[in-house]
Nanobody
Framework: QAQLEESGGGLVQAGGSLRLSCVASRRIFSTSASGWYRQALGKQRESVAIIGIGGSTKYADSVKGRFTISRDVAKNTMYLQMNSLTPEDAGVYYC?????????WGQGTQVTVSS
C-alpha cells in the first residue's frame, strides 16, 4: 500500500509564501487523482486543490490565483505552492490520493500565518 508524507509547513507572515510537498512511497500520481486539503481549528476539513490523473486542476475559490498544485510523477511528489498567505489560510494541510479504490491520507503539516 502507498503511504504519503507531507512537509514544508511552518510559520509565515501574512503576504508570505510556502511550498508544501507530498512524497508517496511508490508511484501513484500518474494513475491516481490527488489533492490537498486543510483543516482549521474548529472547522471541517475542506478541499483546497485537486489534480486529476490527466493533470487537470480545481481550486477552492478562496485560494484561486494564489495557490498552485502540481506534481512530479518521476519523483512521486506532489506540491502546493502557496502565495499571498493570509491568517485564514492557517491550519493543518493534508495531501491525499485515490489509490487502489481507497483514499490514502498523509499525516498533515501545520501552516501558521501571522498578521
Amino acid at each position: 500500500q502507498a503511504q504519503l508524507e507531507e512537509s514544508g509547513g511552518g510559520l509565515v507572515q501574512a503576504g508570505g509564501s510556502l511550498r508544501l510537498s507530498c512524497v508517496a512511497s511508490r508511484r501513484i500520481f500518474s494513475t491516481s487523482a490527488s489533492g490537498w486539503y486543510r483543516q482549521a481549528l474548529g472547522k471541517q476539513r475542506e478541499s483546497v486543490a485537486i489534480i486529476g490523473i490527466g493533470g487537470s486542476t480545481k481550486y477552492a475559490d478562496s485560494v484561486k490565483g494564489r495557490f498552485t498544485i502540481s506534481r512530479d510523477v518521476a519523483k512521486n511528489t506532489m506540491y502546493l505552492q502557496m502565495n499571498s498567505l493570509t491568517p485564514e489560510d492557517a491550519g493543518v494541510y493534508y495531501c491525499a490520493a485515490d489509490f487502489r479504490g481507497m483514499r490514502v491520507w498523509g499525516q498533515g503539516t501545520q501552516v501558521t500565518v501571522s498578521s
